[in-house]
């Protein structure tokens, strides 16, 4: 796109997030539905888009680290040290926020989830919208999470006012979230920034594993044990069977392997059995096993390390 073409629609996005409108945008995890978090009519929208349960919090981006003091009361310690290292980033810090910030943004809980997304254009949209923005990912609640605008465009193309592609996203799964209480450091969800680079920074950080069971409220907000699945039944093998159970099953692997044979569909995510390749393209391989009109979809898990821990993640829920 030329530059003015694009001066001219990071303008419109702003101008309507200003308005009260819906954007989806680019960020390096997954595509966001972005609305003015400090508007509560604006950020009801998303909610009604995405057909979101209420009880689901948002999380809140800003344009750079000194916005804080728009939406949380206070930045620790732990906290600079944490933005300094990984904003932008796929790292999402949980604090007590300011009154600004209306109750339908974090459920009616005294703390808001905040992050600095490491996408140029969506920055600069947020800039110059010069307001927080409210954004979960992009899709219909419990649908895969949208990689690329397209995702976007076949979910909720008519519930969004502006889609600004961005192209495919780099990081492909969602931001890892910690809650802060002084200097204390839980992790609620394990996401693109690994657990073993926070902890080398500082220290041991406290885990919460989502319940299995209840459906209803899940033990950390937002952590239902079904998410981000797709419509085909999806299950986890340790080993690949010797033969697919049925012919059409599909199979989402992360590196080649030799028993494949006999699959509708085979998705490998990464030759090298490269977890960040893998995230990378995770989400999109579900999205095409999802259209391929399968009746099963078999997948192992990946390794424990790194991204591995998120991917696990997202699959145990798509297995749900
Ligand atoms: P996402 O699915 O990437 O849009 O992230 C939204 C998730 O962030 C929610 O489902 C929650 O798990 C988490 N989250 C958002 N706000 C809060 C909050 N105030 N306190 C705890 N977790 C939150
Ligand atoms: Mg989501």
Same mark, same amino acid.
């Given at each position: 796109?030329?530059?003015?073409e694009?001066?001219i629609?990071?303008?419109?996005?702003?101008?309507?997030?200003?308005?009260?409108?819906?954007?989806?945008?680019p960020? =390096?995890?997954?595509?966001?539905?972005?609305a003015?978090a400090?508007d509560?009519?604006?950020?009801?929208?998303?909610?009604?888009?995405?057909?979101?349960?209420f009880?689901?919090?948002?999380?809140?981006h800003?344009?750079? /680290?000194?916005?804080?003091?728009?939406?949380?009361l206070?930045?620790?310690?732990?906290? =600079?040290?944490?933005a300094? !290292?990984f904003?932008?980033?796929?790292?999402?810090?949980v604090?007590p926020? /300011?009154?600004a910030?209306?109750?339908?943004?974090?459920?009616?809980?005294?703390?808001?989830?905040?992050?600095?997304?490491?996408?140029?254009?969506?920055?600069e949209?947020?800039r110059?919208?010069?307001?927080?923005?409210?954004?979960?990912?992009?899709?219909?609640f419990?649908?895969?999470?949208?990689?690329?605008?397209e995702?976007v465009?076949?979910?909720?193309?008519?519930?969004?006012?502006?889609?600004?592609?961005?192209?495919?996203?780099? /990081?492909?799964?969602?931001?890892?979230?910690?809650?802060? !209480?002084?200097?204390?450091?839980?992790?609620l969800?394990?996401?693109g920034?690994?657990? =073993?680079?926070?902890?080398s920074l500082?220290?041991?950080?406290?885990?919460?594993?989502?319940?299995?069971?209840?459906?209803?409220?899940?033990?950390?907000?937002?952590?239902l044990?079904? !998410?981000?699945?797709?419509?085909?039944?999806l299950?986890?093998v340790?080993?690949?069977p010797?033969?697919?159970?049925?012919?059409?099953?599909?199979?989402?692997?992360?590196?080649?392997?030799?028993?494949?044979?006999?699959?509708?569909? /085979?998705e490998?995510?990464?030759?090298?059995?490269?977890l960040?390749?893998?995230?990378?393209?995770?989400?999109?391989a579900?999205h095409?096993?999802?259209?391929?009109?399968?009746?099963?979809?078999?997948a192992?898990?990946?390794?424990?390390?790194?991204?591995?821990?998120?991917?696990?993640d997202?699959l145990k829920?798509a297995?749900?």
């Open positions: 796109m030329p530059a003015t694009l001066t629609s990071l303008q419109s996005a702003a101008n309507v997030l200003k308005l009260g409108g819906l954007v989806a945008l960020t =390096e995890t997954v595509y966001g539905l972005g003015n400090l509560a009519r604006a950020v009801a929208r998303i909610f009604a888009a995405k057909e979101r349960p009880f689901d919090p948002l999380i809140v800003l344009a750079d /680290v000194s916005w804080w003091p728009r939406v949380v206070d930045f620790p310690p732990v906290a =600079e040290l944490l300094k !290292h904003w932008p980033g796929p790292l999402t810090l604090l926020k /300011v009154a910030i209306p109750d339908i943004v974090t459920s009616g809980m005294p703390s808001v989830a905040i992050r600095v997304p490491d996408h140029d254009l969506t920055r949209i947020l110059r919208a010069d307001v927080p923005v409210a954004a979960p990912s992009a899709n219909p419990g649908r895969l999470s949208p990689t690329t605008a995702h465009r076949q979910q909720l193309g008519d519930r969004v006012d502006l889609i600004l592609d961005g192209g495919p996203c780099r /990081v492909g799964v969602e931001s890892t979230i910690l809650e802060l !209480h002084g200097d204390e450091v839980v992790c969800r394990p996401g920034v690994p657990l =073993e680079a926070i902890e500082i220290g041991p950080v406290g885990r919460i594993t989502p319940r299995d069971s209840d459906e209803q409220r899940p033990a950390a907000p937002g952590m044990a079904s !998410h981000y699945a797709p419509r085909t039944k299950m986890i340790e080993d690949l010797a033969a697919p159970p049925t012919s059409r099953t599909g199979l989402l692997i992360l590196q080649p392997s030799d028993r494949t044979r006999g699959y509708a569909q /085979v490998v995510l990464s030759r090298d059995g490269d960040i390749e893998a995230a990378s393209n995770f989400f999109q579900l095409r096993l999802d259209q391929a009109g399968l009746d099963t979809i078999l192992t898990p990946f390794p424990e390390t790194g991204l591995g821990r998120a991917l696990n997202r829920r297995a749900h």
